[in-house]
């Protein structure tokens, strides 16, 4: 189960409709089961504002960042596949996202 939240709509009961089905937002939190819907949820415009909520356990290397996520997800993704740290610094989440983006 992964839980994201939604910065833009905190408040109340909001529906988000994603590519793999809708997720309800519940003061803007929402526990999903599932990869697809999970992926649906990352990959949504950065306007949704949604957040992935990470385990103090999570480790940045075990699945690919979700479009939304912020620059160090996206650098740790680069790094583990290849990039040197430094390199993957330099760049923007923009750039990250086309070289590592899947």
Same mark, same amino acid.
Request: hydrophobic share 45%; glycine share 8%; charged share 25%.
């Given at each position: %189960?992964?839980t $994201?939240?939604?910065?833009?709509?905190?408040?109340?009961?909001?529906?988000?409709?994603?590519?793999?089905?809708? @997720?309800? $937002?519940?003061?803007?939190?929402?526990?999903?089961?599932?990869?697809?819907l999970? *992926?649906?949820?990352? *990959?949504?415009?950065?306007?949704?504002?949604? $957040?992935?909520?990470?385990?103090?356990?999570?480790?940045?290397?075990? @699945?690919?960042?979700?479009?939304? #996520?912020?620059?160090?997800?996206?650098? #740790?993704?680069?790094?583990?596949?290849? %990039?040197?740290?430094?390199?993957?610094?330099?760049?923007? @989440?923009?750039?990250?996202?086309?070289? $590592?983006?899947?």
């Amino acid at each position: %189960m992964t839980t $994201f939240r939604c910065a833009r709509f905190p408040d109340g009961e909001v529906p988000i409709r994603t590519a793999a089905g809708l @997720v309800v $937002f519940i003061d803007g939190q929402a526990e999903v089961d599932g990869l697809a819907l999970a *992926d649906a949820l990352r *990959d949504l415009p950065s306007c949704f504002e949604i $957040f992935e909520e990470t385990p103090e356990d999570w480790r940045p290397l075990q @699945v690919r960042p979700g479009r939304a #996520a912020p620059k160090a997800a996206w650098v #740790a993704w680069a790094v583990h596949n290849g %990039m040197a740290e430094a390199d993957a610094e330099g760049l923007t @989440v923009k750039q990250l996202i086309s070289q $590592f983006g899947g």
